[in-house]
Every structure is written in structure tokens, then in C-alpha cells.
T-cell receptor
Framework: DTEVTQTPKHLVMGMTNKKSLKCEQH?????MYWYKQKAKKPPELMFV???????INESVPSRFSPECPNSSLLNLHLHALQPEDSALYLC??????????????FGPGTRLLVL | AQKITQTQPGMFVQEKEAVTLDCTYD???????LFWYKQPSSGEMIFLIY??????QNATEGRYSLNFQKARKSANLVISASQLGDSAMYFC???????????????FGKGTHLIIQP
């Protein structure tokens, strides 16, 4: 089973709202990722968690706040977003075996619209 | 810094024909992984195939094969006997090898929009 789930599938929010995106996997993976994908562009890495610790932050604005409560869950908290933050947000996970390249398995994504 | 180049923004192919999607890469890492993903209009990124930089054999997964030419830094995806359901965006991606800190993210090319015609 290579399933990664994401909720919600669609989200519309105002610039003053606070919302959260949720990602879950039950494959025993210990690395989880957030990517942002604008229309007609490739995904861009935002954050990497390895063994529940934030290991990579690609200089993402502080209005995006990631959280990894346990090895199966990854959240992305959103606050005071801008219209240009509208995008598809993809979550992925991988085994986190050190010393080896890793296949990342993606969820279906959350389509976010900021008004 | 790594870079992935996909030079075919779009391709039209007749059903049942073979398709080759081009991918070249640039990296200073000795150890790296190359991946191909399929993204239908629904948005989900579907893993297709993986090639490690030290793998001597070209990877194959069903109808998918990866033509890996390390000296030329190319990792082309070949889809045999294309089907209508193969219509999608295809991304070539690279992950660095172990960096000492755990998992690394993927760097993606710009993608190729493949359309299979009946």
C-alpha cells in the first residue's frame, strides 16, 4: 500500500483566515514533505521532516507553518495568506533510509484558493 | 545546484505507438536518484520509475523503461504501446543522495504534456 491521504481536497480562504492542511500516511515512512505547485509549473519543495524533525525549510514565508505531531501525520498551518499563495499543495512521504535515494509517494493534493 | 531539463513542452502520439520523453540533468553529486512521475489532470503525482546513479542496468517497470546514459547525463522515459490513459503531464525529477541530514527533496523539470490520440 502506497497511499498518502490529504484533507481537504479543496479549500477557499480569505486573507485573514487561519486554516490547516492535513496529510497522513500509514506506510511506516519516517520522512514527509510539503510541495507547492502553481498552475502549469512543476512542484517546488517547501519543507522536509525527517524522524519528526524539520530538516529542510526552503525559505518559506512564516505565514506557512508546518507541524509533524507524529510519524504518520503532517500538517501545514496557514495564516494571513496572499492571493499568490493559491496553488496545489502536495504532501509526500518516503522511508528515510539513510545513505540511499528515496522514492517519494505523493498524496492527491489540496487545491487552495486565497481570495 | 541541480538542474533538470525537459525540452518537450508537449507531445501528440498515436495510440499504441512507443513514446520517448526526454530528460537531461546536471549535478555535481556523485550519488543521486532519477525519477519519473505522471500527473493526470486530477493533480496526483504518480510514481512511475526510478534509476540510481550507480545502477548499471536500465530500470524497467511494466510498459515503462528508463534509458539512462550517465556520460550524457540523460534519463529518458520510454513508454511502450501507449494507451489513451497515458495522457498526462510527465515530470522528470532528481533527488540528491544522502546528505547527512536524512531525506532530501526532489528537484523537478518543467514537465512534458503528453496527449495520446486514438
Amino acid at each position: 500500500d502506497t497511499e498518502v491521504t490529504q484533507t481537504p481536497k479543496h479549500l477557499v480562504m480569505g486573507m485573514t483566515n487561519k486554516k490547516s492542511l492535513k496529510c497522513e500516511q500509514h506506510m511506516g515512512h519516517r520522512a514527509m514533505y510539503w510541495y507547492k505547485q502553481k498552475a502549469k509549473k512543476p512542484p517546488e519543495l517547501m519543507f522536509v521532516y525527517s524522524y519528526e524533525k524539520l530538516s529542510i525549510n526552503e525559505s518559506v514565508p512564516s505565514r506557512f507553518s508546518p507541524e509533524c505531531p507524529n510519524s504518520s501525520l503532517l500538517n501545514l498551518h496557514l495564516h494571513a495568506l496572499q492571493p499568490e499563495d493559491s496553488a496545489l499543495y502536495l504532501c509526500a512521504s518516503s522511508q528515510a533510509q539513510t545513505g540511499r535515494e528515496e522514492t517519494q509517494y505523493f498524496g492527491p493534493g489540496t487545491r487552495l484558493l486565497v481570495l | 545546484a541541480q538542474k533538470i531539463t525537459q525540452t518537450q513542452p508537449g507531445m501528440f502520439v498515436q495510440e499504441k505507438e512507443a513514446v520517448t520523453l526526454d530528460c537531461t540533468y546536471d549535478t555535481s553529486d556523485q550519488s543521486y536518484g532519477l525519477f519519473w512521475y505522471k500527473q493526470p489532470s486530477s493533480g496526483e503525482m504518480i510514481f512511475l520509475i526510478y534509476q540510481g546513479s550507480y545502477d548499471e542496468q536500465n530500470a524497467t517497470e511494466g510498459r515503462y523503461s528508463l534509458n539512462f546514459q550517465k556520460a550524457r547525463k540523460s534519463a529518458n522515459l520510454v513508454i511502450s504501446a501507449s494507451q489513451l490513459g497515458d495522457s498526462a503531464m510527465y515530470f522528470c525529477a532528481m533527488e540528491r543522495g544522502y546528505s547527512g541530514g536524512g531525506a532530501d527533496g526532489l528537484t523537478f523539470g518543467k514537465g512534458t504534456h503528453l496527449i495520446i490520440q486514438p
